[in-house]
Structure formats: structure tokens, C-alpha cells
T-cell receptor, first 115, second 113 residues
């Protein structure tokens, strides 16, 4: 158990809908990262928050947004969902801001299916 | 450009034998970190081992060791005494100056009894 908690584990929804994925980092970790894993794109970095502030942005679509709350949990909001958004979404956390020696610990992921 | 390259899509290994998973990387930053993660069929991503670019010794964690060859930009994972529970997808990853963890395409390992 990595200590990173993601809910829900599975989510099935329809095109055009909006969903929220939730992540609680490991105790003491200040950074939260979101990754998307799909068969065609592999693991793609979406966004990072550090202590409530956006720290780095990757291949995140404009239809997607995220935030980190004062208690350090994070939510990833996906709107106007398309079939291609079906993927496994991971949250990870780390102690600091990130860097070459920063280990990321991953949650179990949320499997999103858009029908 | 691809930062991490894993050229072996899938591998079979006999139980109790060792297996080496290849990983090459590309960066011009002198400071970087190399990681290996395991993803079993259940889906979670499990941290296995870390090697820093300035580390003189190869990293080891139990049955996992990282064969770090800096000049060749290679960071191969060696799993010794394979067990059935080692069957999974293995990802090589790197962080460098942009602080983002970039992943390779992964290698599927199947351990045969």
C-alpha cells in the first residue's frame, strides 16, 4: 500500500458528462501529480500541484482541470467527456516540489470508461 | 524526442531465473533520476528502485538491482530469482530538469513455473 488514496476505483459515464476524481496524498507529502494511462498514449503527465499551487503542467486538455485543497487532497475534473478520455487516471504524491531525486508514490488509479 | 526507450515489449522468464529489462534514456541535464515501477494486472503502480545520476554505486532493493551505465545512458533492471508474482508490466521512468516523471512504453514480464 503506497499510502496514496484514489476514489472512485471505477467510473462509468456517458459522452458529454462531467466527472470528478479524488486523490489523498501520503501523509506529509506536499505535491500531487496526475497521470493518464491509455493504450495508445501510454503514461502521460497531466499536472502537478505543490502545497495548493499549480507547479507544472503537461499534456492536460482544456476540458480538464484540477486543484489542490488546503488539506492537500486533490481533485481532477474532466468535462465534456469523449470516448477517447477512457483511461486509467493515476494520482501520485511526493514530499517536495519534485526533482531528479524525488520519488513519486502512486495510488491504485481510477479506471474511467466513457460510453 | 523520446526520453525513455524500452525496446522489449514482452519477455518470458522461468521461475527462479534472473531477467534483465532494458532501458535507455536521453537527457542533456547532468542531474537526473531514474526509476523503475511495476504494474501488476490489478493496475496499481508500485515503486521498485531509484538511481540518481551522481550515484557511484548501482542501486539495489532486495531482488531488484539497477545496472546503471551512464556513458551508454542505460539503466537496466535486473530481477533475480524470479517468482510467479513478478509477472507484471515494468516501466522505466526519468526525471530531469523539467521535474516531470517521464515513462517508457513498458515491458511485460511473464514468469513461467
Amino acid at each position: 500500500d503506497s499510502g496514496v488514496t484514489q476514489t472512485p476505483k471505477h467510473l462509468i459515464t456517458a459522452t458529454g458528462q462531467r466527472v470528478t476524481l479524488r486523490c489523498s496524498p501520503r501523509s506529509g507529502d506536499l505535491s500531487v501529480y496526475w497521470y493518464q494511462q491509455s493504450l495508445d498514449q501510454g503514461l502521460q503527465f497531466l499536472i502537478q500541484y505543490y502545497n495548493g499551487e499549480e507547479r507544472a503542467k503537461g499534456n492536460i486538455l482544456e476540458r480538464f482541470s484540477a486543484q489542490q485543497f488546503p488539506d492537500l487532497h486533490s481533485e481532477l475534473n474532466l468535462s465534456s467527456l469523449e470516448l477517447g478520455d477512457s483511461a486509467l487516471y493515476f494520482c501520485a504524491s511526493s514530499v517536495g516540489q519534485g526533482g531528479s531525486n524525488e520519488k513519486l508514490f502512486f495510488g491504485s488509479g481510477t479506471q474511467l470508461s466513457v460510453l | 524526442a523520446q526520453k525513455i526507450t524500452q525496446t522489449q515489449p514482452g519477455m518470458f522468464v522461468q521461475e527462479k531465473e534472473a531477467v534483465t529489462l532494458d532501458c535507455t534514456y536521453d537527457t542533456s541535464d547532468p542531474s537526473y533520476g531514474l526509476f523503475w515501477y511495476k504494474q501488476p494486472s490489478s493496475g496499481e503502480m508500485i515503486f521498485l528502485i531509484y538511481q540518481g545520476s551522481y550515484d557511484q554505486q548501482n542501486a539495489t532493493e532486495g531482488r531488484y538491482s539497477l545496472n546503471f551505465q551512464k556513458a551508454r545512458k542505460s539503466a537496466n533492471l535486473v530481477i533475480s530469482a524470479s517468482q510467479l508474482g513478478d509477472s507484471a508490466m515494468y516501466f522505466c521512468a526519468m526525471t530531469d530538469d523539467d521535474y516531470k516523471l517521464s515513462f517508457g512504453a513498458g515491458t511485460t514480464v511473464t514468469v513461467r513455473a
